[in-house]
């Protein structure tokens, strides 16, 4: 049983769920892509699960979160088909618990970090995706491996035995000026398609572009754009109970 949402407030989500869905579209055709190539990943982080229930309802399936306790929590009271994307930082003491719940994890950034995911994932019969994270615009405040690290990673990606690698993420600076994200973006592209040259395999995956800049991020090719304040609102000040 979903749990029951709120009706102004779901209203509220699932209009400006469509909306934002009708901004990929027309983000998707002037750069001259299939807006298919795209899929919205919601940004539920903070937000109580009766908001993803509503959006659930409303046909979306795939769900992003930061933190683990808060994707467990989440992924117990909802419904099994729902794809939960791991976006945020992940911590070596954490990673069976996300390997047991998330579809794709975001933020694979060290070769440690992989090594113990393709491992426990291994023991627990799990083959999850990820993406490894790149620091483009080497902020230390972020994390990701640096665009020099990417190449010994992703070859240790390639050949790891219980996880699909699937491509590359990277996060722009908040309030970044156009021209700054047009170079994060571009690069993170050049990156992924020099990779594919490298190992001989596809990277479909493009995860980069949220709320305030996901528009130029698809003039770039993203396929993932992770959205939360434009579906959701505002974030809460502190997370609510499930």
């Given at each position: ?90 911590q070596s003491n954490k990673v069976r ?83 700054e994200l047009d170079r994060i973006f ?57």
């Amino acid at each position: 049983m979903l749990p029951e949402s709120d009706c102004p407030m779901s209203e509220f989500i699932i209009q400006q769920y469509e909306e934002v869905l009708q901004q990929i579209r027309d983000a998707a055709q002037m750069a001259g892509r299939d807006p298919v190539s795209i899929r919205l990943l919601a940004v539920s982080k903070t937000f109580p699960a009766t908001d993803i229930a509503a959006l659930y309802q409303h046909g979306c399936r795939a769900f992003g979160e930061n933190r683990v306790p808060e994707l467990e929590a989440k992924a117990a009271v909802l419904p099994p088909d729902i794809e939960w994307h791991l976006i945020g930082q992940l911590q070596s003491n954490k990673v069976r618990r996300a390997v047991k719940t998330a579809a794709v994890i975001h933020s694979v950034d060290s070769p440690e970090l992989l090594e113990r995911i393709d491992r426990i994932a291994g023991e627990e019969q799990r083959h999850p995706a990820i993406l490894l994270e790149v620091n483009i615009s080497g902020e230390v405040a972020k994390s990701g491996c640096t665009p020099e690290e990417l190449p010994r990673l992703a070859a240790l990606a390639a050949t790891a035995q219980n996880v699909n690698f699937r491509g590359l993420m990277t996060m722009a600076p908040f309030e970044a000026a156009e021209p700054e994200l047009d170079r994060i973006f571009e690069r993170l592209r050049t990156l992924r398609d020099e990779l594919e040259q490298q190992l001989n395999r596809p990277l479909p995956e493009l995860s980069m572009g949220m709320s305030g800049d996901y528009r130029i991020a698809i003039r770039h090719g993203a396929t993932i754009v992770r959205i939360g304040t434009a579906i959701f609102g505002r974030r809460p000040l502190q997370t609510p109970a499930v």
